[in-house]
């Protein structure tokens, strides 16, 4: 079993869709990340957030496996996303953005964090997911996402964390974008050209594709009766991808990377079953393991 090290954003969201609306709920790539892999294994996160940060969701992380060594506190306040779903739940529309204590982030690695075997960038500026990677000491395995203001604004630097990383987490329409290529399939083979070893492209109540070793593995999305809010489930997939791999300690390998695939789509599952991270505070490791058991049956062909 390994540790993780994620790099992203620590956040409080107000969020609108059509089951409602919630303020200030917490969020931020790297919780939800954090809470799902976590169920999996060690996670050291590098963030940063404001004096507004409560310590109620500090806490959330220390009855876990989390260390927060390196969750800068500073002076201001915590970043702040607002958006809104309407009929296509896979898409946000973003409302509004207050980077805050984020604009001046600047992440430096503690020590005992240098030696992390598994490495999640999580969406950030591309300029910091490379600052990132020069502190690393020889990971095993390390994955990057992104987002569509990345791929328009910083795309030489994307290209740069590309060259150096073994697999994009990507959305579909992010992918396009990525590519200019609007089928899937050639999209994921583009990218796989521009550098990583692999891709996986989430497709949100669609499933997901991975390209690796030129082989595609496709699956559907674990059916979930009522989607509340689809945010962070891209993240929260991230973490179960992780959490197995680093669990078992397997730096590559398709078969465990398909594996991978099937634990971060059950992860995402839990999240847009209730707003912000609801779903993911109680869930437990024998919930996982029955809505696995679930989804084999969904996906059995014999």
């Not at 702040?80 to 204590?101: C, F, M, P």
């Not at 490495?119 to 992104?146: E, G, H, M, W």
């Not at 789509?265 to 996982?288: K, N």
Request: charged share 20%; with cysteine; hydrophobic share 40%.
């Amino acid at each position: 079993m390994s540790e993780i090290l994620v790099v992203g954003s620590v956040a409080y969201d107000t969020i609108s869709t059509p089951s409602g609306r919630v303020e200030n709920t917490l969020g931020g790539s790297a919780n939800y990340f954090a809470l799902a892999a976590s169920l999996y294994t060690q996670i050291n996160v590098v963030g940063v957030v404001g004096q507004d940060y409560k310590k109620e969701d500090l806490d959330l992380f220390k009855k876990r496996p989390v260390c927060l060594e390196g969750l800068q506190q500073v002076p201001g306040k915590t970043f702040h996303w607002e958006g809104r779903y309407e009929g296509d739940l896979n898409e946000a529309i973003t409302l509004e953005t207050q980077l805050n204590v984020f604009e001046k982030f600047d992440p430096t690695l503690p020590k005992n964090y240098r030696q992390s075997h598994f490495v999640f960038l999580a969406n950030i500026d591309p300029i910091l997911q490379l600052k990132v990677l020069d502190q690393v000491d020889s990971p095993k395995f390390v994955a990057s996402d992104t987002m569509n203001f990345w791929i328009q604004s910083a795309k030489e630097n994307l290209r740069k964390v590309l060259s150096r990383v073994d697999l994009l987490l990507i959305n579909e329409k992010e992918a396009q974008q990525l590519t200019g290529n609007r089928n899937t399939i050639q999209a994921a083979r583009e990218i796989v050209a521009m550098g990583p070893r692999g891709v996986v492209i989430k497709r949100g109540e669609y499933g997901f594709v991975l390209y690796a070793e030129e082989q595609f593995f496709i699956l559907p999305a674990y059916p979930v009766s009522s989607v509340v809010d689809p945010t962070g489930a891209g993240d929260t997939f991230a973490g179960g991808f992780f959490g197995y791999l680093a669990k078992i300690d397997s730096a590559w390998n398709l078969q465990h990377l398909k594996q991978a695939c099937i634990h971060g789509c059950i992860m995402a599952s839990f999240t847009v079953e209730g707003f912000g991270v609801a779903a993911l505070r109680h869930l437990d490791w024998p919930m996982v393991e029955k809505r696995i058991a679930d989804y084999y049956q969904v996906i059995a062909y014999r």
